[in-house]
């Protein structure tokens, strides 16, 4: 053994993090915090979008430094610097973005992660050695296939893949579930369960899905506001326990009913091409038609087209042949078309798609035109007090947790990016609608106002075209649904004449 270099710890560490304080200039992210994780189990962490999850992990990982605060792997404390500190003690980190590189097959992110890869690569050998590791593994990744032309659900199954290969037996996952449907969650979730309860790894999983907490964790601890506001074993819990513990004494958006008229058509598609960014068609001969006063949800396993149906409707991608029509006119997605016909979009991703991480909130939800030149022309300099106030006015509203409206968005938590995104996009008249999971990595508060808002907008007349891999979200709001599969639309039915089973049938394309 070379000296110096700290030994792996033998068999899979728990972890102790003791009076953990983090503060961003005034603000105290974390006040006090203390997270307890045993050896072999699987632990599961609980809050509010903002809450300081992701926080509280990436102090113990030595992205960030903690105020104050001390941390114990297999009992022993440890100063973790950075994340090299991290791995060299076993530790490993999923994150809620993806890290592998698009351009490059799974192998090679696999073997390229390591510490020791060689200056030359023996691909023929390392390839070996993967299918070997890969066959002792509980799930599959095709190792030759290029990371972009990969599904959602596979990206995030290599993820997790790449840090069981990297030997890492503490994992911390952040929202691992949020790109995956049901079922594959629970064969993610289910296949490391067993790994821990075989004592091969220790899991602390930042979720906001009781269901997940109820089937996979064996303890929890909940945050709230920076603060540790509860902590058990989940045998002894009820989600509605969770729940309150997580928000309080803050209450609930309550779901406005479903009223108004249906009008005329206001959204209308006609065999409508695209392709995707290897050429491949991706949206085939899709016609549909959205009227005014109504929700019209499209379900799909991820990777079938929706996000290339999404981009050609948002002008970030063009159509191949076919015709969209808002309102009657023909629609090219230009920003024109789009302020004349009072079109508003949320788009998934919202930090990469609909914002500019490095300027205000107060900024962000002010113009919605982040991306073109008005900052530029020097019109806006007019009213630049009153969009100012129009600004903060929405952070009340829409209970944006953002230390100041100066704060640049990129510090945001990811929840609250989203509720930013929606306030602009939600907060003036809206005739079209178009979200595209809106609700991704939000909380189930955030969840219940972002339902309330989009029902509020197809009650007062707009016509809302919903994109999501959220089934329960879908049967909630949708008037009508439909399934995408390969590009295709495969199944239609009006909300109250379907189910869940019916609906996943068509999905998995049966
Ligand atoms: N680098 C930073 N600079 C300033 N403030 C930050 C920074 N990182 C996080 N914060 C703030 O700390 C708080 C906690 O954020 P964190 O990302 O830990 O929340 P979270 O519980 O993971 O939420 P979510 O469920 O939305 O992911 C937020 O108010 C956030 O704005
Ligand atoms: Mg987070």
């Known amino acids: 053994m070379i000296i110096g270099e700290p030994p792996l710890p033998e068999g899979t560490p728990g972890i102790d993090a003791i009076a953990m304080t983090m503060r961003f200039g005034e603000f105290v992210a974390l006040d006090n915090v203390e997270l307890k994780v045993r050896p072999g189990s699987f632990h599961a962490l609980l809050g509010e979008n ?66 020791d890869v060689p200056a030359i690569v023996n691909w023929p050998r390392e390839k070996k050695e993967l299918e070997a590791f890969l066959a002792r593994m509980p799930f599959k990744v095709p ?3 290029r990371v972009s032309d ?27 579930t949020s790109v995956l449907t049901p079922a594959e969650a629970d064969e993610v979730l289910g296949m490391l369960r067993n790994m821990v309860v075989a004592g091969e790894l220790t899991i602390l999983m930042i979720t906001h899905k009781f269901r997940e907490v109820m089937a996979f964790a064996d303890d929890v601890t909940i945050l709230r506001r920076g603060k540790l506001a509860g902590h058990g074993r989940v045998a002894d819990l009820t989600p509605d326990d969770m729940a309150r513990t997580m928000i309080g004494a803050e209450e609930l958006t309550v779901q406005p009913a479903r009223i ?5 058509t206001r959204l209308e598609l006609s065999k409508l091409n695209a392709l995707d960014d290897a050429g491949a068609v991706a949206v085939h001969d899709i016609s549909l038609t959205v009227r005014g006063g109504e929700i019209v949800g499209i379900a799909g396993v991820s990777g079938n087209g929706q996000r290339q149906l999404v981009e050609v409707l948002s002008g970030q991608r063009e159509a191949e042949s076919g015709e969209i029509r808002v309102a009657g006119d023909l629609y090219h997605a230009s920003r024109e078309e789009m302020r004349q016909h009072k079109m508003s979009l949320l788009p998934e991703e919202p930090l990469k798609n609909a914002c500019v991480g ?87 508060a955030a969840v219940a106002q972002i339902h309330a808002e989009i029902m509020a907008a197809r009650n007062r007349g707009a016509a ?15 008037d009508r649904l439909m399934v995408i599969f390969h590009g295709e639309l495969v199944y239609e039915a009006r909300a109250g004449e379907t189910n869940l089973t019916e609906i996943g049938r068509h999905m998995a394309g049966h």
């Open 50 to 115: 903002g809450a300081g999850k992701s926080t509280l992990v990436k102090c113990i990982m030595g992205y960030y430094h903690p105020t104050a605060g001390s941390i114990l792997v297999g009992g022993r404390e440890q100063a973790i610097a950075n994340p090299k500190d991290a791995h060299a003690l076993g530790l490993g980190m999923v994150y809620q973005h993806f890290t592998l590189v698009p351009a490059m097959t799974v192998a090679e992110n696999l073997v390229l992660a390591r510490d």
């Open 143 to 145: 190792l030759n296939a």
């Open 150 to 176: 990969i599904s959602a659900g596979e990206r995030q199954k290599c993820e997790i893949l790449k840090q069981l290969y990297l030997k890492r037996r503490f994992l911390i996952l952040d929202e691992p």
């Open 260 to 264: 108004g008229e249906v009008t005329a």
């Open 358 to 444: 490095g300027m205000s909130v107060a900024d962000n939800i002010a113009f919605r035109e982040f991306d073109r030149a008005p900052f530029a022309s020097g019109g806006w300099w007019l009213n630049r007090a009153a969009f100012r106030t129009e600004a903060e006015r929405k952070i009340g509203l829409y209970k944006i947790k953002t230390r100041t409206p100066d704060t640049p968005i990129a510090a945001l938590s990811g929840g609250n990016v989203q509720r930013a995104v929606l306030a602009r996009e939600l907060g003036g008249d809206v005739e079209v609608l178009i979200a595209a999971n809106p609700c991704f990595g939000l909380d189930f």
């Open 464 to 478: 809302v075209l919903l994109v999501s891999e959220d089934l329960d979200e879908l049967l909630e709001l949708s």
